[in-house]
Nanobody, 127 residues
Framework: QVQLVESGGGLVQAGGSLRLSCAAS????????MGWFRQAPGKEREFVAA????????DYADSVKGRFTISRDNAKNTVYLQMSSLKPEDTAVYYC????????????????????WGQGTQVTVSS
């Protein structure tokens, strides 16, 4: 059974930075595609960033490009989301997700592409 545990959320002022972590257990982490999603109050969950197994290929939502960086440390079974130049509109619960299904060589950006989810960590950006 895969378990994903996010950490690193909190309250930060606009323009500040946070680094989220997601630790995975119960799987061979290096084999699997990882993603970050977020859900703001009253809105649907949306794609933020994704990274392929080796970490060599990443993708980002347009709204976070140039400000957020996804990375992974396969030795630590952990994926990170470094968030900089934060804006109030980045306020949301952030979820990490793992895809254990067949990897077709793509970057996966849809919720339905992922098989396991963490419980989420709250990020609040004050203006």
């Amino acid at each position: 059974q895969v378990q994903l545990v996010e950490s690193g959320g909190g309250l930060v002022q606009a323009g500040g930075s946070l680094r989220l972590s997601c630790a995975a257990s119960g799987s061979i982490f290096s084999r699997y595609h990882m993603g970050w999603f977020r859900q703001a109050p009253g809105k649907e969950r949306e794609f933020v960033a994704a990274i392929r197994r080796s970490g060599g290929t990443t993708d980002y939502a347009d709204s976070v490009k140039g400000r957020f960086t996804i990375s992974r440390d396969n030795a630590k079974n952990t994926v990170y989301l470094q968030m900089s130049s934060l804006k109030p509109e980045d306020t949301a619960v952030y979820y990490c997700a793992m895809r254990v299904s067949f990897d077709g060589g793509y970057i996966y950006t849809r919720e339905v592409d992922y098989d396991y989810w963490g419980q989420g960590t709250q990020v609040t950006v004050s203006s």
